[in-house]
């Protein structure tokens, strides 16, 4: 499974590319970040998000992309700019036909390290050691994209699992309706 | 001056159309809503609201989009999902090298109300007698669309005139400098 994870924001907007499955090592295919200037407009930010992403999407072709999902208990200036970011990013991932998996920032810790207020530096720590790289990634900013795609990959089967429960249940409860 | 007004939102995205220039009577063009279903997920959702917008852009070749700008004062979960289709918008509109203006929903309702804090029927009274229609736009929805549109239109030539000023100030700051 490959999966692209994204760290929305307008400024920087991280993308890491993982590949395995639950279970045995896992692989980094890429890191890196897509820039626009914080004094151009939110019009051609976008745009050079977009292009970023397609960008990524083109030499990757992931399985399924994995994007941070948004709150807005932050700053709300930078929570705006981060949903815009966020929904440029799905939408390439869905115009394109692919999955696309929503992971809170404290599951993404989680999954990675086991706590869910874990900081930056015990995130990119994790990421180091569970992609067997030689140093932490760079840019810094491009570890927790890293981050959402381990998440996804070793969250995913537990939710299909899940799915399939819940599937199911509806099934039998449509059988004896 | 063609302008394509966007209200942004998931379920309801209003689009509406307005040509004129300040000063004359304004002639609406086209009123409509993009509508997308609220139990979809994200991913298609934008997906619509892009293939919305590009039609209404297709169908009236604006010279500008206005959007409304939004703010995180109201509910969280309707602000994100405004956040992201008007990114939607402002990437479908400067993707084309239209330029894109955001006003804010006080600066509409002053704009053709005259108070900053008029409710929605106002807006949709006024949208109507400025628009010279036979009835209310439909539906109600649009009505705020079309009021970003005639605000544009109205506030344009202040705008220019205070961009101008500026422009002119920093070039005979630059000549004495």
Chains 1, 2 share one sequence.
Not at 59 to 73: G, N
């Amino acid at each position: 499974m490959r999966v692209l994870g994204v760290d929305p924001g307008l400024t920087r907007c991280g993308i890491g590319v993982v590949e395995g499955v639950a279970g045995r090592p896992l692989t980094m295919l890429g890191v890196g970040v897509v820039r626009t200037p914080a004094d151009a407009d939110i019009g051609p930010r976008l745009v050079a998000i977009e292009r970023g992403v397609e960008e990524w999407l083109d030499e990757h072709r992931p399985d399924l992309v994995a994007v941070e999902r948004v709150f807005s208990q932050h700053n709300v200036r930078t929570v705006m700019g981060t949903a815009q970011a966020s929904a440029v990013a799905v939408l390439c991932a869905s115009r394109r036909g692919l999955p696309v998996a929503l992971h809170t920032p404290s599951e993404v810790k989680a999954a990675v390290t086991g706590s869910g207020r874990a900081d930056k530096a015990q995130v990119a720590a994790m990421v180091t050691r569970l992609l067997r790289l030689a140093a932490p990634p760079r840019p810094a900013d491009a570890a927790d994209a890293l981050a959402l795609a381990i998440c996804h990959i070793w969250r995913a089967p537990a939710q299909n699992r899940l799915q399939r429960a819940v599937a199911a249940q509806h099934a039998s409860k449509g059988r004896t309706a």
